[in-house]
């Protein structure tokens, strides 16, 4: 696949083959307090006029730029969040890591940074740095290679561009290992986690950035974070809408009039909540059970369900709660898996919300096909190969570009 300027000139494809690998040194020592830290990095340089520069799988190293970059100036980055996990017989896999790569081309189109690749030439990469840390990744439940691809404006962003677009990027990929301590301080077993809902910062509202991953939407809102609650609990419109909790998406279990059990979400028409990759999953395995077209049980969850992707607000929990229609609340994201709300405090009250035995279900599926325990029959799960450094590639030449 290779992108066409305007003025005629065909930009380079990112290419897994001109990969130029950079072993660590026998002398390689971890910097103190880096040593949860993938110890390997892959990074991908991009500009305007020639498009993707060579792959590099070399040492994790600090990155440099003009004060004046982007990046730095105006937060021209967004990111992904992925997991690697390590199955029984030690082989390692990516969820649906396909999905995660168009959502980064999403979030980097939206901010003006370089938006095409081949998915399969970027994932020959990604299992290629996966499976230099092999020995690392855990294999306990719960544990993971935590994986951060970042893609910047790394040429200066100061001042009006002619036309909105990044001269010079940077694609780089890191990872950091996750020992089950879980992302928030969600441990309180079965209990779930603590919300403050939120009315003092807004996350997120008609026609913003919500609904990409870019670096600008955490830095702004993490100062509302209250202690004693995991994360804040997103609202927005004079409603009191919900639309996410820390980064996570959120369901709702309601029982509906009809006696069906409804799992309610946002939705994403309306730009405000991020696109979770574990929110589709979890949409579609429901569904699935629903009309029978699974061929394998989400045990101990009803027949009688339905996915509804609507707004819901703050007062329509109070009243879920008072009339007891509410059966449970869930967020879902790749940190946290699928997490229980156990309450939430708003106008300073608390709530209670109460737990509900599908939420462990869900959770249990989802970490099972994650970790290669279970087949949902769709290929979630994408194993990656094995890779010998040794062999051939290690030895592709090193492109040097002129400065
Ligand atoms: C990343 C993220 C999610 C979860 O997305 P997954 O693809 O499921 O990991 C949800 N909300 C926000 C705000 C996020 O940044």
Redesign the pocket.
């Known amino acids: 696949m290779t992108a066409k300027q305007s003025n005629g000139h065909t930009l380079a494809p990112i290419q897994a083959s001109s990969l130029y690998f950079t072993p660590l040194p026998p002398t390689h020592v971890v910097p103190p307090g880096k040593e949860s830290h993938g110890r390997y990095m892959l990074t991908i340089p991009w500009n305007r006029v020639s498009g993707w520069g060579q792959p590099k799988i070399g040492p994790r190293q600090d990155l440099t730029f003009d004060p004046l970059a982007g990046v730095l100036q105006y937060a021209v980055t967004c990111f992904e ?1 992925m997991k690697c996990y390590k199955t029984d017989k030690g082989d390692l896999r990516l969820f649906r890591p396909k999905k995660n790569f168009d959502r980064l081309k999403r979030s980097a189109g939206r901010l003006g940074l370089p938006c095409e690749w081949d998915n399969d030439e970027l994932l020959e990469l990604f299992a290629k740095l996966m499976a230099l840390e092999q020995p690392l990744v855990p294999s306990t439940d719960g544990s993971n290679l935590y994986i951060r691809p970042t893609l910047l404006e790394t040429s200066e962003g100061f001042g009006i561009k002619e036309d909105a677009f990044a001269a010079e990027a940077l694609l780089y990929v890191v990872t950091t290992l996750n020992l089950g301590l879980g992302l928030y301080p969600s441990s309180e077993g079965d209990k779930g986690i603590k919300l403050d809902a939120c009315n003092e910062y807004i996350r997120a509202w008609p026609g913003g950035t919500g609904s990409y ?1 870019l670096g600008a939407n955490y830095g702004t809102v993490n100062i509302s974070k209250k202690p004693g609650y995991a994360m804040s609990l997103w609202l927005h419109g004079k409603e009191d809408f919900i639309s ?1 909790a820390g ?3 959120v369901f709702i279990i309601k029982e509906a009039p009809d006696g069906y059990l409804e799992f309610i979400t946002m939705p994403l028409s309306n730009g405000i909540v ?1 696109p ?4 589709e999953s979890i949409i579609e395995l429901l569904q699935d059970h629903a009309s029978d077209k699974q061929d394998f049980p989400l045990e101990g969850v009803p027949k009688k369900i339905r996915v509804v992707e609507r707004d819901f607000s703050m007062p329509e929990i109070i009243k879920g709660l008072e009339d007891g229609t509410l059966k449970g609340m869930f967020g ?3 940190g946290v898996v699928v997490v229980t709300v156990g309450e939430i405090q708003y106008q300073s009250q608390t709530y209670k919300i109460p737990s509900n035995p599908i939420i462990k279900v869900l959770r249990d599926t989802m970490t099972g096909i994650q970790r290669g325990k279970i087949d949902e029959g769709r290929s979630w799960s994408v194993q990656v190969p094995e890779w010998n450094p040794q062999g051939k590639e290690g030895e592709q030449e090193e492109h040097v570009t002129a400065a």
């Open positions: 969040g991953k996410e980064a996570m998406n991020l979770g990759i574990t929110r879902c994201g790749t």
